[in-house]
């Protein structure tokens, strides 16, 4: 599976951004996609997650705030980021693995390059 994230940029506080991640190559309907985030100097951390039968899990900092949402025909993921706080600033990436979403990064087997965002006060 291929992934490429994109849907970046800068916005204000209190703003809105949508993230896409389109998928080529296996049967994407059967994949679990997330999207973590890294702020410099910190870890890679679990944003959210949709499972391969439309279950989605959200990390506590964007709960009521972000969503995630998939369409299997066009193999693509999309979170929708509203009311964006300057803490969520960070490069984030989609990932995949089989069936389930997990919150752990290692357990993914594939990775998208990563989009910025910039949320300013």
């Known amino acids: 599976v291929q992934l490429q994230a994109s849907g970046g940029g800068l916005v204000q506080a209190g703003g809105s951004l949508r993230l896409s991640c389109a998928a080529s190559?296996?049967?994407?309907?059967?994949?679990?996609v997330a999207w973590f985030r890294q702020a410099p100097g910190k870890e890679r951390d679990f944003v959210t997650g949709?499972?391969?039968?439309?279950?989605?899990y959200y990390g506590d900092s964007v709960k009521g705030r972000f969503t995630i949402s998939r369409d299997n025909a066009k193999s693509t993921v999309l979170l929708q980021m509203n009311s964006l706080k300057p803490e969520d600033t960070a490069v984030y990436y989609c990932?995949?693995?089989?069936?389930?979403?997990?919150?752990?990064?290692?357990?993914?087997?594939?990775w998208g390059q990563g989009t910025l965002v910039t949320v300013s006060s």
């Open positions: 949709m499972s391969w039968n439309g279950s989605a």
């Open positions: 190559g296996e049967t994407f309907s059967t994949y679990a």
């Open positions: 990932a995949a693995r089989l069936y389930v979403t997990v919150r752990r990064s290692y357990e993914y087997d594939y």
